[in-house]
């Protein structure tokens, strides 16, 4: 069997268990979503952000990308998150890396991916940021996890200075921004504890103020 055909069964199957337990799931779930939880996750597969958390459809927004990352030029990135905190009214964004991540690996190193090298160097501008404490670890396995570490705790930090994330904290003092690292030898996720949830945490340059409406 062609493997996409079995994807195709495997929904069928799935669809059929969900309303046999709960007749009305689908219709509920056609009705709207109203999620508390953005989730800024990897791209990669061994990370769904519902198993991994243990939520349903319809209670996590979901962006992913190669290793998580929070670009300020990146229009998809931005009309998630303001759609999310904006519209939706999150209360909680989520970053979520994960040990062994293959973008964070290809950041460290010298070689040439291709058009993905272009998204890689932002990895590399975290680990410049950070230079001083990757390198005096000594072992490359611990010297990458820290890497994914500070890599999330620096998309948190890039979050916090969009004017979607601080407009938001001025007018319904929310979401809060969290930093997470999803461990895939073990399935648990660690959380950072870089929790931010209000502009005076921000350093004052990256402060925005509220927009000034002109009169016509």
């Not at 007749?23 to 990669?44: H, M, T, V």
């Not at 670009?71 to 999310?84: E, Q, R, T």
Request: include cysteine; proline fraction near 2%.
């Amino acid at each position: 069997m062609e493997s996409y055909k079995k994807l195709l069964l495997q929904n069928q199957a799935w669809s059929e268990e969900r309303t046999k337990f709960d007749k009305d799931y689908f219709e509920r779930s056609a009705n709207g979503q109203a999620p508390d939880f953005l989730w800024i996750g990897c791209s990669d597969s061994r990370v769904p952000a519902n198993e991994i958390t243990g939520t349903d459809p319809g209670e996590i927004f979901v962006h992913r990308n190669i290793a998580n990352m929070v670009v300020h030029s990146d229009m998809n990135l931005l009309s998630v998150l303001d759609y999310a905190v904006t519209i939706l009214k999150v209360k909680h964004v989520i970053v979520c890396g994960h040990y062994g991540c293959g973008g964070v690996k290809a950041a460290m190193g010298h070689e040439q991916y291709g058009l993905i090298d272009n998204w890689l160097r932002h990895i590399k501008d975290v680990y410049r940021i950070h230079s001083d404490e990757l390198e005096a670890i000594e072992d490359d396995d611990a010297r990458f996890k820290r890497l994914v570490e500070v890599n999330v705790i620096e998309q948190v930090f890039d979050l916090t200075k969009t004017s979607i994330i601080q407009n938001a904290w001025r007018e319904r003092n929310s979401p809060q921004v969290h930093g997470w690292v999803y461990d895939l030898k073990t399935g648990r996720i660690k959380d950072l504890e870089v929790t931010m949830d209000n502009q005076r945490e921000v350093p004052a340059i990256y402060r925005i103020n509220s927009k000034v409406v002109k009169g016509g």
